[in-house]
Antibody
């Protein structure tokens, strides 16, 4: 079955960067986009961007332009989300999710908690 | 960006109740509307896409309707496992945006 497994929790200082991985299994990795969505504590869902694992092409929400990087490694069926210049309001659970059609996601990773604290 | 507004933000209901959640888009999104269910500490679960098509395995007590700017999610007979937060999401244009969520609590 489709499965997305994310890397573990991170604690970072303000101004640092964090890199979260998402390893896919159970489907043709290069055939589907991977989206990243985050959720601040007690808040709703915020779409960050997506990556085409086959081409490496990315689309990002405007607010993350300049601080967000997404990359993929097809040999190990893994995509990475890196957020730089972390601020306290970047503290959130970060989810990866498989895109099954434009803008629709079906399977999600378990989430990765990122804490930003000095 | 397209703004998605859900109402109510929370509701209390009993097992067996019929529950309706409303989602409004700030502009027409045709039928590019999805619904997700999220339980505490868990990832969102994909329920419905294209307004009314149930994802495989989703019980038939869930249904969706609407088009353009106004949409609803209905649970015909609330079950104990349905107590959760529900989010609508537009897939019409990027950036993808979600509603603020509706928390369904036990009365």
């Amino acid at each position: 079955q489709v499965q997305l497994v994310q890397s573990g929790a991170e604690v970072k200082k303000p101004g640092a960067s964090v890199k979260v991985s998402c390893k896919a299994s159970g489907y043709t990795f290069t055939a589907y986009y991977i989206h990243w969505v985050r959720q601040a504590p007690g808040q709703g869902l915020e779409w960050m961007g997506r990556i085409n694992p086959n081409s490496g092409a990315t689309d990002f929400a405007q607010k993350f332009q300049g601080t967000l990087t997404m990359t993929g490694d097809t040999s190990i069926r893994t995509v990475y989300m890196e957020l730089s210049r972390l601020r306290s309001d970047d503290a959130a659970v970060y989810f990866c999710a498989r895109g099954v059609s434009t803008g629709t996601t079906d399977s999600w990773g378990q989430g990765t908690l990122v804490t930003v604290s000095s | 960006d397209i703004q998605m507004t859900q109402s109510p933000s929370s509701l209390s209901a009993s097992v067996g109740d019929r529950v309706t959640i409303t989602c409004r888009a700030s502009q027409s999104i045709s039928t590019y509307l999805n619904w997700y269910q999220q339980k505490p500490g868990r990832a969102p679960k994909f329920l419905i896409y294209a307004v009314s098509t149930l994802q495989r395995g989703v019980p038939s007590r869930f249904s969706g309707s609407g088009s353009g700017t106004d949409f609803t999610l209905t649970i015909s007979s609330l079950q104990p496992e349905d107590f959760a937060t529900y989010y609508c999401q537009q897939s019409y244009s990027f950036p993808l945006t979600f509603g603020g969520g509706t928390k369904v609590e036990i009365k």
